[in-house]
């Protein structure tokens, strides 16, 4: 499978632990983002990164959220001391690099639930 | 500041009947606009995308979507829906005058599809 790859797709914590979630962008693609979507609700912009940058982070929570996308592994979403509010779907998109008119591709995220 | 409008939650059509869903937007640059489907439990699916040129677009599984600069809409079309159409439809902006490729969502709208 070529696409996009997140993992886990389903997560629980409980609150006040901590969340990782992963994301292989598709092969040749360097530039990733980051969604998250409440229930019967669109997507919402998290963050944007490139390999070691963060381009555009202006949908990120202040507190307890960090993004990474590292020369080499996957990129990473943290999420520290979650909290309830935290339940969602999170999505990781890709695209290649420097061709901001081709569409993101989308893997099929990770649920996360907080107990 | 940039957005996008789904005006119905949802639309019902019987199948083999013309389908029509609508999408607004609004950008301070030139829009880059994208249709994407999501089925439950999955990611999101690119349908079709107008970037330039030609205002009707064609995409995936027959749908095409017309871009009007003077309305700022891009409503999606299907001259004959299919029981399998069925599912979540997500607009998306792109402000091509950012410098930033964060796309901006609409809240879905579902489409259900009757035999």
């Known amino acids: 499978n070529a696409g996009v790859m997140q993992n886990p797709r389903h997560l629980v914590r409980r609150r006040g632990q901590e969340a990782r979630l992963r994301c292989s962008p598709m092969?040749?693609?360097?530039?990733v983002y980051w969604y998250r979507q409440l229930p019967e609700e669109g997507l919402k912009f998290m963050v944007y990164l490139q390999k070691e940058n963060i381009i555009d982070e202006s949908g990120m929570p202040k507190e307890r959220f960090s993004a990474e996308f590292p020369k080499e592994g996957p990129s990473i979403l943290r999420i520290q001391q979650v909290v309830r509010g935290d339940s969602a779907a999170y999505f990781c998109?890709?695209?290649?690099?420097?061709?901001?008119?081709?569409?993101?591709?989308f893997g099929d995220g990770t649920r996360l639930s907080i107990l | 500041a940039q957005s996008v409008a789904q005006p119905e939650d949802q639309v019902n059509v019987a199948e083999g009947n013309p389908l029509t869903v609508k999408c607004t937007y609004s950008?301070?640059?030139?829009?880059?606009l994208f249709w994407y489907v999501q089925y439950p439990n999955r990611g999101l699916q690119f349908l079709l995308k107008y970037i330039t040129g030609d205002n009707l677009v064609k995409g995936s599984y027959g749908f095409e979507a017309e871009f009007n600069k003077s309305q700022t809409s891009f409503h999606l079309k299907k001259p004959s829906a299919l029981v399998s159409d069925s599912a979540l439809y997500f607009c998306a902006v792109r402000d091509a005058g950012l410098d930033t490729d964060k796309l901006i969502f609409g809240t879905g709208t579902r489409l259900q599809v009757f035999p």
């Open positions: 092969k040749g693609h360097s530039h």
């Open positions: 998109a890709s695209s290649p690099s420097g061709a901001s008119n081709q569409p993101q591709h």
């Open positions: 950008v301070s640059g030139n829009p880059y």
